[in-house]
């Protein structure tokens, strides 16, 4: 616990905020954790939290008010591959098909000689069951095809951490668990450090070796579980004792910080959040 | 299945098909209420008010036969389509990169977005005076109208479609490694396709609206030369009335053809809208 070794990536003290002297919004305040290297580390909070702002930290969207965030030891200082984001609605290219969109990173930079690019991608695409779309475009997959094929355009560029920001959001009930099940086989067949971000509890204990639950607004660690459910995992196992007591007790306290953001006029905040993004 | 699509001739499958079949009844309805509506009074003595007093479209069908042989007539046709065609490219040539360089950098933005929206209410017939004074041939005054009713459109558009990418394509490509030329390249452009031919096809409508009114404007003068404004307004002029209404409809059919062509070449460069 206490060995930084492996530790893939470090939250220190981490504060942002928003919007200038006169309206100032503080999203994430004194943010502090840490992601193991090869796990998956779930971050849930509720609604309107900042969310989204960590995910932006953490990728290098956005830099940090105050304290540091490291990435293997050095600091973030931009969006670089080594933190890459599959983001909550689809972010695929709509003008290049599923090979062009898997092979646009690693063309851009220019680091895999093009046969062997061709092979890793095929190899790629077919993990993720998109062989015979290899060739369309992104309009003409499914939401979960699409998602898919994002997962596949991150995975080629062999990120140090896979950031999730509610990637299975806006998916129908059923390709939703889908999607889960066939993203729960690829994170254990191989070992990759994961933060995943989401709204849906169920979805988090399933998945994640580690689970952050983050405070209502200005948004901070406000627990942290460790889920040892055995591995290899199923959605069946939901219904098992004691996931459903790791449900129980992130409950407890999601529903505790909603209520304090329900008291606290969370709608102004929100508009507050939304606005500055536009600049 | 295919086998069988592939022989049968463009043309039966073309009537076969169900909007086609609709647009060609629609056209035909159109010409058969109109013809009986201006020749009601000849044939029920009573007159049909507005369209009693336009041509019928079998006059109006004889007098194309007669000015078809006319070579003003398709000197006309050529000098209209060669002042839209050049207007309308220069501003493309200028209005892209101009839209592109508004959306990506904002002291650029700063600096020339005031003055174009206050030039851009101004009408292109309300340039054609200071055109005429400024451009040493009618030629380029009519050309220069003609490319400011393109230019305004197309800016608006590709500064607005550009804006208008989403950010997570920005920061998706970022993150995979892209320099700033890269985004603008693999992701500005291509992003900003679709809304550069928007801008186009109503500018290409704009600008033959523009060039007809100009043509008319300055006349069929010695340097100038016809078009088919020129055209529509001597035949005015000398009570030919279903020589108006031929004009008329020639340049309908020019606007249609111009903006087909473009939506045809916007449907070559952009396949990933194809499937709609």
């Known amino acids: ?279 | 299945m295919v086998d069988k699509k592939a022989k049968t001739p463009a043309l039966v499958r073309l009537f076969r098909d169900q909007t086609f079949r609709r647009g060609v009844i629609a056209i035909l309805a159109f010409v058969v209420l109109w013809e009986i509506g201006s020749q009601f009074k000849s044939w029920f003595g009573v007159m049909v008010p507005f369209i009693g007093k336009i041509a019928p479209p079998t006059a109006v069908a004889v007098s194309w036969m007669e000015v078809g042989q006319w070579p003003g007539y398709w000197q006309s046709w050529y000098l209209s389509t060669g002042r839209v065609f050049l207007g309308f490219t220069v501003a493309m040539i200028i209005g892209i990169p101009f839209g592109l360089a508004m959306a990506v950098n904002k002291y650029f933005r700063g600096m020339f977005f005031p003055p174009f929206e206050i030039l851009r209410p101004i009408p292109p017939l309300a340039w054609v005076p200071a055109s005429i004074i400024f451009w040493p041939t009618t030629e380029l005054s009519i050309m220069f109208v003609t490319f400011l009713g393109a230019f305004y459109t197309i800016v608006i558009n590709v500064l607005g479609g550009a804006r208008s990418i989403d950010i997570q394509y920005l920061r998706a490509a970022q993150s995979m490694g892209a320099t700033q030329w890269d985004l603008f390249r693999k992701i500005i452009l291509p992003g900003t396709l679709p809304s550069i031919f928007i801008g186009a096809a109503v500018g290409m409508g704009i600008t033959w609206e523009v060039v007809l009114a100009g043509e008319m404007i300055s006349g069929g003068g010695q340097q100038g030369g016809g078009g088919l404004g020129f055209f529509i307004w001597s035949s005015y002029m000398g009570g030919v009335m279903d020589q108006v209404v031929v004009g008329m409809i020639s340049i309908g059919l020019a606007g249609y053809i111009s903006s087909s062509l473009i939506r045809y070449i916007g449907h070559l460069s952009m396949p990933w809208r194809r499937m709609f």
């Open chain 1, 1 to 279: 616990m206490t060995d930084a070794s492996d530790n893939m990536m470090e939250v220190r003290n981490v504060t942002k905020a928003f919007g200038d002297d006169w309206e100032k919004e503080t999203v994430v305040e004194n943010l502090s954790f840490s992601v193991k290297k090869d796990q998956l580390t779930a971050i849930v909070g509720p609604s309107g939290c900042g969310k989204s702002t960590v995910v932006n930290l953490l990728a290098g969207f956005e830099r940090p008010d105050e304290g540091q965030i490291l990435l293997n030891g050095k600091p973030v200082s931009g969006p670089s591959k080594d933190a890459l984001v599959v983001f909550q609605e689809t972010a695929l290219m709509p003008w290049l098909t599923t090979y062009q969109n898997v092979t646009f990173g690693p063309k851009l930079r220019g680091d895999m000689a093009p046969d062997a690019l061709k092979a890793a991608a095929d190899k790629i695409i077919d993990t993720v069951g998109l062989r015979e779309f290899r060739d369309k475009y992104p309009l003409q997959l499914s939401g979960g095809m699409q998602r898919r094929a994002e997962l596949a355009r991150a995975l080629i560029n062999q990120p140090q951490v896979m950031i999730m920001d509610e990637p299975f959001r806006g998916l129908d009930a059923m390709t939703r668990q889908l999607m889960q099940e066939f993203y729960l086989r690829l994170c254990e067949q191989e070992s990759r450090t994961n933060v995943f971000v989401t709204s849906e509890l169920e979805e988090a204990i399933i998945l994640a070796d580690s689970l952050i639950i983050l405070s209502n607004r200005p948004t901070s660690v406000r627990e942290f579980i460790q889920v040892d459910l055995q591995r290899p995992r199923n959605l069946e196992m939901l219904s098992s004792p004691e996931a459903y007591e790791y449900k129980r007790h992130a409950m407890e306290i999601l529903h505790e910080e909603a209520l304090k953001s329900f008291k606290g006029g969370a709608g102004n905040s929100d508009f507050l959040e939304a606005y500055s993004r536009q600049g």
